[in-house]
């Protein structure tokens, strides 16, 4: 939930960042789930 919100953070913070942004609030949540999974 953290890794969504800091991602949304950083996305609203400048233009250059916005699909680093995205792209950390989306991949750290999917990351940890498949590290549970496997």
């Not at 995205?22 to 991949?27: C, D, K, V």
Request: proline residues 3%.
């Amino acid at each position: 939930m953290s890794a969504i919100v800091l991602g949304t953070a950083i996305a609203r913070t400048d233009r250059r960042l916005r699909w680093h942004g995205i792209a950390y609030a989306a991949l750290l949540p999917a990351f940890a789930i498949t590290g549970f999974v496997l």
